[in-house]
Nanobody, 125 residues
Framework: QVQLVETGGGLVQAGGSLRLSCAAS????????MGWFRQAPGKEREFVGA????????SYADSVKGRFTIARDNAKNTVFLQMNNLKTEDTAVYYCAADLNPLFLRTSMAGYDYWGQGTQVTVSS
């Protein structure tokens, strides 16, 4: 069983920055690929980005590429989502997720085994 807890959400003005954290339980965190997804009101949950366990390789959705950065600290069982130059359309609940079968970076929700409870990010104009 893996538990994921996201923190760091809040209200920020457009153009501002936030850093989300996702703390994971489990001694094998360093062997999981980790993903970030988001869900805006009335919309489906969508892929934001992911980071590979083995070499730190990352993948991002086109909508956040160049603005968001994912990093991980395996010693602290934590993955981060640094969000810069935020836009109003980034407003959503952000979720982290763990992939326990990390053959490759997955962009689909179906590939992830455990999910956090989500943290709200609101970007005002």
């Amino acid at each position: 069983q893996v538990q994921l807890v996201e923190t760091g959400g809040g209200l920020v003005q457009a153009g501002g920055s936030l850093r989300l954290s996702c703390a994971a339980s489990g001694s094998t965190f360093s062997r999981y690929n980790m993903g970030w997804f988001r869900q805006a009101p009335g919309k489906e949950r969508e892929f934001v980005g992911a980071i590979k366990w083995s070499n730190g390789a990352t993948s991002y959705a086109d909508s956040v590429k160049g603005r968001f950065t994912i990093a991980r600290d395996n010693a602290k069982n934590t993955v981060f989502l640094q969000m810069n130059n935020l836009k109003t359309e980034d407003t959503a609940v952000y979720y982290c997720a763990a992939d326990l079968n990390p053959l490759f970076l997955r962009t689909s929700m179906a590939g992830y085994d455990y999910w956090g409870q989500g943290t709200q990010v609101t970007v005002s104009s």
